[in-house]
């Protein structure tokens, strides 16, 4: 089993803390987790992938974990969040990479594949659809406005801070393994994410993503299609976003497909990490 290092890398003008693995003249793969995570999110796939012979990559993102917490909302709208990453790339020396992202760290991946094709070669996106589909979907399906309405209450300032953080995270906790099958997470899991949301300003740069809607963020992606090939890996009892949110995507690749997972829910590489991790493989092989 290949073990991870890890790092501070300078990219962007912050730092980022990142998770290491596999031979470093492996193609790199670069795992982007999304909230409320951390680069922890993917040690399901980590290893396999490390083993499979890519050098494999997991940041913390701006704002998490140990990674730089920038103030102001500004700080977190896709076209910075994006060249975060593309500095990452440029750092590890390769002019491409794969790039595979879940929820938050999905629509960085869109939008970096959307605005900087040349970067990705590439693109694999986890329960998150492109940028531009959701308020195309809210607009016909309420169900999805209901689905979305906890970023409404994120808007507010301090208030999802002090919720968030009452009681040890329980509310935390509780969504995220109230939204999962089974026992996708365990204690020990909960042990490294209560550590995580733990460090100073980090649930404020969390939340900041979503706060950086108001600026337009998701608006930053282009109306164009995505020319690097795309497989979506979707768990189709995802509770927060509609099926039919994937479906849309794939009108904006212009090689893309969907693969949906039954049994499984917003967590699918928790739940399913064999299926996730042979669909990424054999996508990229």
């Known amino acids: 089993m290949?073990?991870?290092?890890?790092?501070?890398?300078?990219?962007?003008?912050?730092?980022?803390?990142?998770?290491?693995?596999?031979?470093k003249e492996g193609k790199l793969v670069v795992l982007l987790h999304g909230f409320p995570e951390f680069w922890y999110g993917w040690r399901h796939q980590i290893?396999?992938?490390?083993?499979?012979?890519?050098?494999?990559?997991?940041?913390?993102q701006r704002g998490y974990h140990l990674s730089s917490k920038p103030q102001g909302i500004e700080a977190y709208t896709l076209d910075i969040l994006r060249d975060d990453i593309a500095g990452l790339i440029a750092h590890y020396g390769w002019e491409q990479a794969i790039i595979v992202g879940h929820d938050w760290g999905?629509?960085?991946?869109?939008?970096?594949?959307?605005?900087?094709?040349?970067?990705?070669?590439?693109?694999?996106?986890?329960?998150?659809?492109?940028?531009?589909?959701?308020?195309?979907?809210?607009?016909?399906?309420?169900?999805?406005?209901?689905?979305?309405?906890?970023?409404?209450?994120?808007?507010?300032?301090?208030?999802?801070?002090e919720l968030l953080a009452a009681n040890h995270f329980a509310y935390m906790q509780t969504a995220m393994k109230g939204s999962g099958k089974g026992a996708s997470f365990t204690e020990e899991d909960m042990k490294q994410y209560r550590k995580a949301w733990a460090q100073p300003g980090a649930l404020t740069g969390m939340l900041n993503w979503y706060r950086a809607l108001r600026k337009g963020s998701m608006q930053q992606?282009?109306?164009?299609?995505?020319?690097?090939?795309?497989?979506?890996?979707?768990?189709?009892?995802?509770?927060?976003?509609?099926k039919s949110l994937a479906v849309e995507s794939l009108k904006f690749c212009g090689n893309g497909e969907g693969m949906f997972i039954g049994n499984a829910t917003h967590w699918v590489q928790h739940e399913q990490p064999r299926i996730v991790n042979r669909l990424i493989k054999e996508f990229i092989e």
Request: net charge neutral; glycine share 6%; aromatic share 8%.
């Open 221 to 242: 992606t282009p109306r164009k299609l995505i020319e690097p090939p795309v497989r979506i890996i979707w768990g189709v009892g995802d509770p927060f976003l509609l």
């Open 2 to 23: 290949d073990t991870q290092t890890f790092r501070f890398i300078e990219t962007n003008g912050i730092s980022l803390h990142v998770a290491e693995a596999g031979p």
């Open 47 to 60: 290893s396999d992938l490390a083993n499979a012979g890519y050098r494999v990559i997991a940041p913390d």
């Open 106 to 161: 999905g629509a960085v991946a869109w939008h970096l594949a959307a605005t900087k094709p040349d970067l990705v070669e590439k693109l694999i996106a986890v329960n998150i659809p492109h940028p531009r589909t959701m308020g195309k979907v809210m607009a016909r399906n309420p169900l999805q406005w209901l689905k979305s309405s906890y970023m409404a209450f994120f808007q507010l300032p301090t208030v999802p801070e």
